[in-house]
């Protein structure tokens, strides 16, 4: 992708990435994303498994840049081994033309993810679920989501 087209990615508004979506895994771990969550065109993505819910986080360079930055404001040596570790845990894909990803092999692994996934909106990112843990994992923590809302007046 040229540097002109990632940079309007940056700057602008880009998809909100809301709701719940379950969708079919095809050839090569491939799923199709919501249309309301593309981008015009060819986009990189990035990919890491979330350390407090097992599930996998879809996020576009600028969000990537924004978990940087915030590295910036820890001390040297904290930054430096933050940094090696989000580094080497990310995985760089692509959102073709068709809206469609492919999920690495060792996160389907780690994960247990085959057949159908649950794609849940992170508002500036988005999760990819087994669809087993999805179910597993909602209702036990949605008192504690409906506070949080409440929390923001929402």
């Known amino acids: 992708m040229s540097n002109s087209i990632q940079n ?3 700057d602008s508004q880009g998809p909100v990435f809301s709701g719940e979506f379950r969708h079919k895994i095809e050839g090569k771990n491939r799923i199709t994303i919501p249309s309301a969550w593309r981008f015009g065109e060819e ?4 990919m890491i ?8 986080a879809v996020m576009p360079r600028c969000e990537v840049m924004r978990i940087k930055k915030g ?3 820890m001390a040297p040596e904290d930054r430096a081994e933050f940094l090696h570790t989000f580094g080497r845990n990310l995985r760089q894909v692509t959102l073709d033309k068709g809206g469609r990803i492919s999920i690495p092999d060792e996160f389907c692994q780690r994960l247990g ?5 649950m794609l ?3 508002v500036d990112s988005f999760n990819i679920w087994n669809v087993a843990d999805f ?3 909602n209702p036990e923590n949605e008192i504690q989501r409906t506070k949080g809302l409440r929390r923001h007046g929402i």
Do not use: K, P, Q
Request: net charge negative.
């Open 43 to 46: 986009v990189e993505l990035f």
């Open 71 to 73: 590295a910036d404001a």
């Open 113 to 117: 993810i085959a057949g159908e996934v």
């Open 49 to 56: 498994r979330r350390t407090l819910e097992n599930c996998i």
């Open 135 to 137: 179910a597993a994992t």
């Open 8 to 10: 309007s990615l940056e």
């Open 120 to 122: 849940s909106g992170s």
